[in-house]
């Protein structure tokens, strides 16, 4: 389900962005800048698709960054820099919900399809876009929780692991979470695309 052996263009990445986050501890700001600008647009699109609040996702990036810029002496090698930057960006954004607004307000209801379609490159187009918007739409119908472990694994490439290490849970507990996900798309995809809804399913609830 996950890839659990980095290829080589894994292992290339990982060796750039672990130059860039030492230069960056070091106050090298031209290897910050090429951190950022790698990982911006990604952690941009993934707190959209999670929260469906433009404004809310430009600040928690910017946040998140922010704190790797301060912090980046503090990274001990123990994952992949971007799970750190990942676990960084999930944090800042479960604060920025606390602040304002609730985790039960950020639901399907709150995802316009303009900003879903701000969450995705605009070179999507045709039948692929349509699924694509199809699966953003049965996303949004997840409680936060399973929204964002299904985005952390399926959009950034988390491991079960690496996910349970960002949202401070058990390995277990992402499973879970992945299976009543899956269970609650397995229901709602079908009627979100016209069709009926499976008369044996039933929802998950964790």
Known sequence: MFPTVPNEADSALES???AWLKAAAAGDRSGFEQLYRHCQPRLSRFVLRCCGRPDL?????????WIVWRSAGSFRGESRVSTWIHGIAYRCMLKALRDGVTAEEVNASSVHEVELAMAEPAVNEGPERELRDWVLR?????????RVTMELAYYLGET?????R???CATGTVKARMFHARVRLRNVL????GLDR???GTEGST
Do not use: H, Y
């Not at 996702?57 to 960054?65: F, H, I, P, R, S």
């Not at 049965?138 to 399973?146: H, I, K, S």
């Not at 079960?160 to 349970?164: G, L, R, S, V, Y």
């Open 16 to 18: 750039r962005l672990r």
């Open 166 to 168: 960002i949202m401070n």
């Open 138 to 146: 049965g996303l949004a119908t997840l409680p936060v929780e399973q």
């Open 57 to 65: 996702a430009e600040e928690v990036v910017n946040d998140a960054l």
């Open 190 to 193: 079908p009627e979100l695309g």
């Open 160 to 164: 079960c692991e690496d996910i349970a």
């Open 198 to 200: 499976p008369a044996s």
